[in-house]
């Protein structure tokens, strides 16, 4: 195995763990801006946000979602997690400084994450995962012409706060109003 794809492995099944020590990372150490907080408290809520829709849609192993936000890009759960990161960035003093080690984690391991999720999608649904890529945006949505699984007459189940519930969600939401409170006292 290649060192590329042992660290897309390794990165893909350690990305939580780094996240977790990135964020108590950010905790102890960033001081929040008076002047950028609650803009950045707004994108954190927007990357939070997008993370529940995509639970409330996912049934994971399962079947291929592709309603909700799976209509626009194929991960909207990284995407969410970009945005929250972004606006952790955006709320803290020494901006630079935090996008600089954001940007590095994100690209070391959320990227690598994706592709070996796109793999082992690719081994579980084939040819509807393929498809499913060419029509689908990775991580930034596209404007788009038409709708095919929309034209083919499939339905979509639309949200569902149980898949939420079940995807484990509700936990992030807690720890993201848990550090967006613990900054906001961290600034008073």
């Known amino acids: 195995m290649r ?7 390794w990165a893909a099944h350690h990305r939580v763990h780094v996240g977790i020590v990135f964020a108590l990372a950010y905790v102890a150490f960033s ?6 907080f609650w803009y950045g408290a707004a994108v954190v809520a927007l ?3 997008i993370r529940v829709w995509a639970c409330g849609h996912l ?13 626009l890009v194929r991960h909207p759960l990284y995407l969410g ?3 929250i990161g972004l606006g952790l960035v955006l709320l803290a003093q ?5 996008f600089a080690a954001f940007a590095a984690l994100y690209i070391g391991f959320y990227l690598p994450a994706m592709y070996v999720e796109e793999l082992r999608l690719q081994s579980l649904f084939g040819p509807e995962y393929l498809e499913y ?3 689908v945006p990775r991580l930034i949505p596209r ?14 189940a639309g949200f569902s706060p149980e898949k939420s519930r079940r995807n484990r969600e509700m936990r992030t939401v807690a720890v993201m109003i848990l550090l967006l409170a613990v900054q906001y006292l961290k600034g008073i």
């Open 47 to 49: 990357g939070e946000s």
């Open 59 to 71: 049934v994971r192993n399962e079947e291929l979602t592709r309603d909700g936000p799976y209509r």
């Open 81 to 83: 997690s970009f945005l």
């Open 133 to 135: 890529m060419d029509e």
């Open 143 to 156: 404007p788009r012409r038409r709708d095919p699984w929309r034209e083919n007459g499939e339905d979509t």
């Open 31 to 36: 001081r929040p801006s008076p002047v950028t």
């Open 94 to 98: 020494y901006q630079w400084i935090w």
């Open 3 to 9: 060192l590329t794809a042992r660290w897309r492995a």
